[in-house]
């Protein structure tokens, strides 16, 4: 039997990014705030402790902060006309879970999207001709503009002591920074990283061939820094343990640095955790949120009523919930009606391996942090014309190696044999004097009409409910992208002064099961159209006025960036437009 | 004729009654007095002791304290008329408070720090009494003398009294200014400073030739806070004292432990007037000259102390051990590194700390546990570097020191 709890002003799902942030605006609005988080609670010095954190093996290879597919996962298929099958083990992305989600366990990376990526169907449009976008791509313009988010991006770097050098400071070009970025009003509030040797190198090659290489914007921070909430974080020390684990030095941004030991001591917080959201409840209408119901370990379901919900879990957890609550239409890409689940989207990365004379370069990778490196953007979104090229979109690339953890890192030339006494030699002899960029090439991910999120027809999770079906693949242009930049890349590399080069470009079909990235995007989109949108430009249901739907779930298409400083600057909008128009008059803030 | 006067005499006789009953005198609308005794209340720190921590019953008692003699449970203060402090005169709380006098006449141990709290008047303690009146009742009976024989022996306290306690308000001193002899009372008095940081003798009565200058309590060792430059507050400057106390943190270290609760319930509420009048007195205590010479770098325990810091501490501290100002302590000025008893020092090696949360530092930044990764020698050599490096000099830490905290700390909860 459902036990029903005091109603609240908000009920927030998942206590991530985003959801830490609008917990923190909505209770300085003096609004009754709960949060609801599926996974544990999760705090620096006991969970992330300098004695154990930086364990590979535990946290990279056993995926200890991850969701564990038993408890919910998802089915996957490259295309329409095959059988989805579920993921039984996390492979192209890795589904946070706990308290500080996402934010616990990434790199740090914080980049602004460009002016032009939120105007992408239009800007395209207008100088390349309707004709020049494949028959099959439905991206679409985002409903908001880069000079309207610009104070969200500047709360959200202040938030976190983002460590960059500035391109474009109120529109005068910085010599150092990323000239491309549109104009921000305020520096970085934390100088750049330090930069080691590899990635010092590739900026000098960089700059050699005529480009301009910056450093990497940072969450893991320069310097100590006290944040606008009164929060310390510590220098970065490059151990260069930041993707897959937790932050042992209180210098990663992340909401347990940042902003939960600020929000917890509000009187008017509570949350609770290891307990699973498994509806969002409707009035009679189906037009109004009522509250949610959620499960907690023990079995018992709760019924939490609240006057405004937030729904604020990782993208896949959103659209799912959506399509679980019944709320807005399920996308149907053959009738081409319906929004829920449309407009999904991945990342197209890929990366050059360069292997250099041992012994004349050790680059010591172990020196290193998540969000190190010099990079350029001369490639990037509509930085230059694709006109001869026959594509769109681009990527951000550079020297971002974010470690030398032993696990992943024994890199060897091609042609060297897969085993054996000639595989440990190689290894050990190319260890210290490889580049291995991970990430190097960061490619969007444009929006088609058959990649998509729905209802699996055959598997279930274990309260009985359809999983949710992913319909993901490749597309010329995107392969297109990838192997452009990627060449351009690759003559980086050499001009590093490798002797031989691992050249890996991304190739189709889609791949479910080895690492790209954790940034998907979409399925519950914002803009203009309730007919090709989930949400409107202030993350509103369109049907369900008080239920706001936060992070890349809302983003039309993917831009050449990682998304997070996106989520977050999108979080403050939504909590500003909450909070200067919704409470005053709770109800659509556009009409529909 | 008869029966009216009957009636009318056993009306008088309850008024009579209810005016000789010894019960509280003021008036819960004084609402002067009631702030000035929920300022007291602060300054005394009674909340940390009368209640269980974690419960929402505060003031209700039920706390053991851990004395060196056994356990006493606090009992309930609020206004309970049976189990609390409801039906108590305000001359028998005054006597308990001020005096170490329990409401059957029979003495109190001095776990509670009557023998500091004379200090303040008569006045200053009922209106505690008053502010502590306008608490809701808490039904809590607490049976308080949990102390084995001969401990639980009240009447021994009377010798004891006789020898470590005297009763009496503070006397400003004229020759000092107002903020000092504030901070001297305040340090003195409501605040039991003396409690925890002045060495106590083998009966638990004070050490007063070694006032204020560390001792040992309940697992910790309490540091120095005498303006000695080594040991104490010396190279803190008022400034330095005052963030420490309002905000748990300051440029050098970390309130954790005992002192953290202090913190937590106590100093961050106090005003600043006050923080700067506890640290003008404490910076005027003198220090001593002496102390032991630095050891060799090129000794065993240094050069391995050296190498552990290097690989485990610095990520935090800082290869320079000077950490990140109210984030992660630094090792090369905090007093507390070179303290004589290195309790504390090893304790938070072996089981890790977390420094408190408050209102104007809410991180609450933590220490890890090394107690697994590291042996006792490994601590000890770690621990005897830190204490002699730079231009710092103490004892060193032996291995079997090390063992003996990790032993009388192994059930402790932290």
Known sequence: MTKRLPRKDVVIIGLGWTGSIMANELTDEGLEVIAIERGPWRDSPTDFPPTYIQDELRYRVRHELFLRPDQLTFTFRNKMDQTALPIRSWGAFMPPNGVGGGGVHWNGEMWRFLPSDFVLKTHLTERYGAAFLPGDMTIQDWGLTYDELEPHYDRFEYLCGTSGTAGNLRGQIIEGGNPFEGARSRPYPTPAQAQPFSHTLFGKAARDLGYKPFPQPSGNLSEAYTNPLGLKMGPCTYCGFCEWFGCANYSKASPQTTILPYLVRKPNFSARDNSEVIRINLDKSGTRATGVTFVDSSGQDWEQPADLVILSAYTLFNVQLLLHSRIGQPYDPVKGTGTVGRNYTHQTVSTVNGFFDPKKFNFNPFIASGSIGMCIDEFNGDNFDHGPHGFVGGGYMGQVQTGGRPIESTLVPPGTPKWGAAWKSAVKENYLSTVKPGTGVHGSFYAYRDIYLDLDPTFTDRFNRPLMRITMDLKDNELKQNKFLTDKFAEIIKAMGADKLAVQYRTGPYDITTYQTTHLNGGAVMGTDRNTSVLNRYLQSWDVPNLFVLGASAFPQNAGYNPTLTVGALAYWAAAAIRDKYLKNPGRLIDA | ?414
């Open chain 2, 1 to 414: 004729m008869r029966r009216p006067s009957r009636l009318v005499l056993t009306a008088t006789a309850c008024v009579m009654g209810a005016i000789a009953l010894p019960v509280y005198a003021g008036s819960p609308q004084d609402f002067p007095q009631v702030e000035r005794g929920r300022y007291l209340a602060i300054l005394s720190d009674c909340a940390s002791c009368h209640t269980v921590p974690g419960s929402n019953q505060p003031f209700a008692g039920g706390r053991p304290i851990e004395t060196p003699f056994g356990n006493i449970v606090t009992p309930n203060i609020t206004p309970d008329a049976e189990t609390g402090i409801g039906s108590w005169s305000d001359d028998q709380f005054e006597a308990a408070v001020r005096k170490g006098i329990r409401r059957d006449g029979s003495r109190l141990y001095p776990a509670m720090p009557y023998n500091a709290y004379t200090k303040m008047s008569r006045d200053d303690v009922l209106a505690i009494r008053a502010y502590l009146n306008t608490l809701t009742p808490v039904r809590n009976a607490v049976v308080a003398n949990t102390l084995p024989f001969p401990f639980n022996i009240r009447t021994a306290m009377r010798a004891w009294d006789a020898l470590y306690f005297t009763e009496g308000e503070y006397k400003p001193d004229p020759n000092q200014s107002a903020e000092w002899n504030r901070g001297a009372f305040l340090v003195n008095g409501p605040g039991h400073c003396t409690a925890c940081h002045t060495p106590k003798t083998f009966l638990g009565g004070d050490k007063t030739d070694q006032y204020l200058r560390g001792s040992y309590l309940q697992g910790w060792s309490a540091p120095d806070i005498t303006n000695d430059a080594r040991l104490g507050l010396g190279r803190w400057s008022k400034e330095d004292i005052v963030a420490y106390l309002r905000s748990g943190h300051n440029r050098v270290t970390a309130a954790t432990g005992p002192m953290g609760e202090v913190v937590t319930l106590s100093t961050s509420y106090m005003t600043d007037p006050d923080l700067k009048a506890i640290a003008t007195y404490l910076k005027s205590l003198p220090g001593k000259i002496e102390g032991p010479a630095q050891l060799a770098a090129n000794e065993p325990p240094m050069i391995a102390g050296a190498a552990i810091f290097r690989d485990q501490c610095s990520a935090c501290h800082g290869l320079d051990g000077k950490g990140v100002a109210d984030l992660f302590p630094s090792v090369g000025d905090s007093s507390m590194v070179r303290s004589d008893d290195p309790t504390t020092l090893i304790r938070i090696v072996l089981r890790g700390a977390r420094s408190v949360g408050t209102d104007a530092q809410p991180t609450a930044p933590g220490m890890p546990s090394y107690g697994r990764q590291l042996d006792d020698s490994e601590i000890a050599a770690v621990l005897t570097y830190i204490r002699n490096s730079s231009s710092a000099a103490a004892g060193a830490v032996t291995a079997d020191q090390v063992s003996k905290v990790r032993r009388d700390t192994a059930t402790r909860p932290d």
